[in-house]
């Protein structure tokens, strides 16, 4: 393909784009594909010749387009949102353009550069304290591919930090605390680095947050047994529930115990300190005070496609001093003498894209005012929804609703009040019977998750193209198929029960 | 930005990108701009208010493109090349239109189905043998970030395998084995995994590839000491000078090591296995019925814009067994099934890109024929430019040419006959000064190295643009500052020994 050949190629592209979103709130959200649909319409090997590019981008509408499940769809409200923005596609293309594997300066100084610049600009937005920025000069913030690579550097900086204080603490001692809410991440992190991990329980009553008293009792036993925990992965917005560990009070408990790096795990909800009025809710003060690293996923609720996890430390050198390692081949003088950032040194892999333009775009072109109204709007519709749910007289509240996201099952209230109909048992299975049905549709997309034994569906807002009329839709869609589910339900117990008869 | 501001803003950046490839030649090859230029021309907070686009896109002509290194400039021969392709860029774009960050099947049933299919078609493009394919339901094929991602992967699936295997040998005991010439990605994921590693010293006379018997005996010394070795990072074709590991003595000596995981770094020269003529001095054959793992990075020379690395294993339960952990939120009726593939479970992240959509364009766009014309094309321009160095009265190769990789340095064959003139701590002296005057020049980009003691420079070829005439202008520049080099060398000399009398 030569340069008019893209030319053309690729104002196609763009055409196509735009149609896909103009037709997007007509399309199935989910795919509705079958496993092993594309062996059917893509041979097993590649082609001798080359091909011409407009058969390659018709297939990409003919085979790809109908495998794909649309995240950006208004209607998906499953997992948490992805982003998708016009500003983010752009970045990336020009990032595309002049591709740079951005391991270190001199690679393309401008990567670096904007990285540092940028990742400051996303703090002043969510209102972190500058000892985190770049400009600091001790702390500093850094892109990595996800919240799972984010946590896994902070846990290899935190365990390399407390094996040079402690070198005689063997391996098998020390231990990743995370509470039975944090993401997965956490326990893939010990998986990976052969550490123990351990979850520290968590109440409902206490909205399935981590408490100070909890988290200072675990730290006692598990000092007193000869462990070392050496970092808690504390969540500001779990994924199941949208759950807020009580950043305050583990900030009390750590005072006495120095030695524990506090992880902040935002992902999804750090975008949501851009709204000075969420900040309190959120702990910015405490985690501003407390935390030695936050991740915050710009490419969740941050309008920044996909990846864009943004990692924050409070001193950049634990990571320098974890993960340093400059072969000849890479040094060169601006990073021998200091007076530029290497970012292959504060992350796992050594090449990266240049990810902080799109980051750049899309907060230029929204403004801080933008960015905010747009989380704003995510929980304003969210609260609509939490209105439906609360006069629905057969779904109800399992937790309280978190920001824009909201956890309920079908439990019908006339049922609930005699506490005699159903068993936590029956009620899980109706609800799995009833997630399965809406599993089964192509117009809206939900997951579900288990909270202490419960198991609920969760319904987070985030598409950009979701509007008030979606939400209204989705509570018909749930009313509807929470009839079907408790007719079903009745029917197959009174059989049960005539077959017992 | 509405559907019809992103057209205007879309054909803009495409018509952009074209002008860019159109001037690329007449650019700087490395980016010109000081430490901390980008932060005069920026601003240190993010706007209020959101900018239009307009501005945006002119200013990344104007702050960025000025920092940017051009990777794909025909006289960039530093580090290894970087892929960017037409069908490489519009693939990223169409990818990005559709974002899905492709945990498990459902997330969007296309991008893990064209991942499977497309890693079976680069497959059959190398030359690997059909273990490795998806299709055998065993082994299979998983695109990661980077070679640094893909060989921490193997090593995390190898511990665990050895683990599993030998439940009572303690942590302290593994040891990753590397060569001294291994990229530094071997010792990162020991650091990163707090695991021994030990680099194998290679010689010179075996071309610094290492050797059954240093393998051996290294085996039988460490076994003997107590330790045990679980991994050995093989290379077919290193950083540092393009070294083949002798895989056929690898192969040999392992068949009384069973427990010893061979990962196989092809990063750069597995692209090279897709010319049938190159796959014997390559190994293919040996790599085929003696790795557990293999990664080859199309980002590099395979023409498939960063990020693209590529990791085939030959039991794909290895990794699973490592690394799958399932909470209720990400459970699926078709992954519990087990019809589908969920490639969280095979790396270590948990979101991903859809990537595979750019290999296929690429694959299908270039075909098998043109994907190895292209690797045919930057060998021969390189056997050129070693002709070149052979006739060079100043030039002398260090080790032997490797593909597209050239490793020499400055050392006047009339000194080297007398073998009197210069000691190698001069010769040493005199590259480095060599050296830095040419990274100081804008029109041509090269990388140094240090092989076993001796400062050396690096030519490795790759850009799509690179022609015979941009390798003879490379010739010209080198002689020219070689005796610039030389003269300032003499110079400095006949003045010390004046000072010395």
């Known amino acids: 393909m030569d340069i008019e050949q893209f030319r053309k190629a690729g104002y196609q592209a763009i055409d196509r784009i735009c149609e896909h979103f103009y037709a997007l709130q007509e399309k199935p959200v989910m795919s509705q594909v079958k496993p092993g649909y594309l062996s059917q319409l893509v041979p097993a090997t590649p082609p001798e010749k080359g091909e011409d590019f407009q058969i390659i981008a018709d297939d990409f509408q003919r085979c790809i387009m109908p495998g794909i499940t649309h995240w950006t769809h208004p209607s998906f409200f499953a997992y948490f949102p992805t982003a998708n923005s016009f500003e983010g596609i752009l970045g990336d293309l020009y990032a595309s353009s002049v591709s740079t594997p951005g391991f270190n300066w001199v690679a393309s100084p401008a990567a670096t550069e904007l990285e540092s610049i940028v990742l400051d600009w996303a703090a002043c937005l969510l209102?972190?304290?500058?000892?985190?920025?770049?400009?600091?000069?001790?702390?500093?913030?850094?892109?990595?591919?996800t919240a799972s690579d984010s946590v896994l550097t902070a846990v290899v900086a935190a365990r390399s930090l407390?094996?040079?204080?402690?070198?005689?603490?063997?391996?098998?001692?020390?231990?990743?605390?995370?509470?039975?809410?944090?993401?997965?991440?956490?326990?893939?992190?010990?998986?990976?680095?052969?550490?123990?991990?351990?979850?520290?329980?968590?109440?409902?009553?206490?909205?399935?947050?981590?408490?100070?008293?909890?988290?200072?009792?675990a730290l006692e036993k598990d000092t007193n047994a000869g462990l070392r925990p050496f970092?808690?992965?504390?969540?500001?917005?779990?994924?199941?529930?949208?759950?807020?560990?009580?950043?305050?009070?583990?900030?009390?408990?750590?005072?006495?115990?120095?030695?524990?790096?506090?992880?902040?795990?935002a992902a999804w909800a750090g975008c949501a300190f851009a709204a000075p009025e969420l900040r309190e809710k959120l702990y910015v003060k405490e985690i501003n005070e407390t935390a030695h690293s936050i991740c915050v996923n710009f490419h969740k609720w941050g309008l920044v496609n996909f990846a864009c996890s943004v990692l924050w430390v409070r001193d950049r050198q634990n990571l320098i001093e974890a993960l340093d390692i400059t072969p000849?081949?890479?040094?060169?003088?601006?990073?021998?003498?200091?007076?530029?950032?290497?970012?292959?040194?504060?992350?796992?892999?050594?090449?990266?894209?240049?990810?902080?333009?799109?980051l750049w775009f899309v907060l230029r072109s929204y403004g801080v005012e933008g960015f905010r109204n747009r989380i704003r709007r995510s929980i304003k519709l969210n609260e609509g929804f939490v209105e439906l749910i609360k006069q629905s007289p057969n779904l109800t509240l399992v937790t309280e609703p978190s920001l824009a996201l909201t956890v309920f099952r079908l439990a019908p209230k006339s049922h609930l009040d005699s506490q005699s109909s159903y068993s936590l048992a029956q009620?899980?299975?109706?609800?799995?019977?009833?997630?399965?049905?809406?599993?089964?549709?192509?117009?809206?997309?939900?997951?579900?998750?288990?909270i202490n034994g419960i198991f609920c569906i969760r319904l987070a807002v985030g598409s950009p193209f979701t509007e008030e009329k979606h939400i209204q839709q989705a509570y018909n869609v749930l009313e509807e198929e929470a009839k079907s589910a408790l007719q079903l339900w009745k029917q197959g117990h009174a059989a049960n029960s005539e077959a017992q008869v």
């Not at 209102?127 to 591919?145: A, E, M, Y």
């Not at 003088?333 to 990266?352: A, C, I, P």
């Not at 899980?428 to 089964?440: C, I, P, Q, T």
């Open 162 to 217: 407390y094996q040079r204080n402690h070198p005689d603490v063997p391996l098998e001692s020390l231990v990743i605390y995370t509470t039975t809410q944090t993401h997965s991440l956490g326990a893939k992190a010990g998986l990976i680095l052969g550490i123990k991990v351990k979850a520290l329980e968590v109440k409902l009553e206490d909205q399935l947050c981590l408490r100070g008293e909890d988290l200072e009792k």
């Open 328 to 358: 000849a081949f890479l040094r060169t003088k601006e990073g021998d003498s200091g007076v530029v950032t290497d970012y292959r040194n504060w992350h796992l892999s050594l090449g990266r894209r240049f990810r902080s333009l799109k």
């Open 231 to 265: 970092i808690l992965i504390a969540t500001v917005g779990t994924t199941s529930s949208g759950a807020i560990d009580d950043i305050p009070e583990i900030g009390e408990v750590v005072k006495s115990y120095p030695d524990l790096w506090i992880h902040i795990d």
């Open 427 to 450: 009620l899980n299975e109706l609800n799995k019977a009833y997630h399965a049905s809406l599993a089964s549709r192509s117009d809206i997309m939900l997951t579900q998750t288990n």
């Open 127 to 145: 209102g972190l304290s500058s000892v985190f920025k770049n400009t600091s000069r001790v702390g500093g913030g850094v892109i990595q591919t």
